[in-house]
């Protein structure tokens, strides 16, 4: 089927303002993955989820930043009280099996906090 | 990422030559390396990689080559065409069948037609 979708593509947001970043991983995909692309830069590992649960969040930057996957397949990245610094590409990737460093990236969302 | 470095950052080839990266990494426990090609707009592309019990793989004109004593594996691309102009990344992963990639700052390819 398709590949992994994100949305929406971009995003300003004004500083201060909570924004959501929706992801749907490719059908059937247990795992799924958050990535932060600064500009200019390789993306950085921010969270993981196993179905529903979320395993590993230790990429997360601040607790302000908050992911979801409730029924094990949509996931949302939240991120609160925006700032500038969040401005980045939020890359989501998904994998077949559980665990899986054979990821597969969606397009991204492109967050730009003003 | 951690402790992994590629390169050159930027690479310029005429159309038809050939172009080669190189990532070296410093975890020995790891086992998967991938390339990723990433173009402008999109999200990376896995476009190919090698498990640890393989010395080389290609497929048609991309072909990865692995060192595991020097910590070091390698992109090839033969004939390069002006669409394999993009940003290219490895991302080995963190440790022993992690899943946390870690990419590399990358390499902007660019083939001259």
């Known amino acids: 089927g398709a590949g992994v979708s994100q949305s929406p593509r971009y995003k300003v947001a004004k500083r201060g303002q909570d924004v959501a970043l929706r992801c749907d991983p490719i059908?059937?995909?247990?795992?799924l993955f958050w990535y932060q692309q600064a500009l200019g830069q390789g993306p950085e590992f921010l969270t993981y989820?196993?179905?529903?649960?979320?395993?590993?969040k230790s990429g997360l930057p601040s607790d302000r930043f908050f992911a979801e996957r409730p029924e094990g397949s949509v996931s949302t990245l939240k991120i609160q009280r925006t700032q500038q610094e969040d401005s980045a590409v939020y890359l989501c990737?998904?994998?077949?099996?559980?665990?899986?460093?054979?990821?597969?990236f969606g397009p991204g969302t492109r967050l730009t906090v003003l | 990422g951690e402790n992994v470095e590629q390169h050159p950052s930027t690479l310029s080839v005429q159309e038809g030559d050939s172009a080669v990266i190189k990532c070296t990494y410093s975890?020995?426990?790891?086992?998967?390396f991938p390339w990723y090609k990433q173009e402008l707009g999109k999200g990376p592309q896995l476009i190919i990689d090698?498990?640890?019990?393989?010395g080389e793989k290609k497929d048609q004109r991309i072909a990865v080559t692995l060192n595991k004593t020097a910590k070091h594996f390698s992109l090839h691309i033969t004939e390069t065409q002006p669409e394999d102009s993009a940003v290219y990344f490895c991302?080995?992963?963190?440790?022993?069948?992690?899943?946390?990639?870690?990419f590399g700052a990358g390499t902007t390819v660019t083939v001259r037609a």
């Open positions: 975890d020995s426990a790891s086992n998967y």
């Open positions: 990737a998904s994998s077949s099996r559980e665990g899986s460093n054979e990821q597969f």
């Open positions: 991302a080995p992963p963190r440790g022993f069948n992690d899943y946390k990639l870690s």
């Open positions: 989820f196993q179905n529903e649960a979320q395993l590993d």
């Open positions: 090698i498990r640890s019990n393989v």
């Open positions: 059908s059937g995909h247990v795992s």
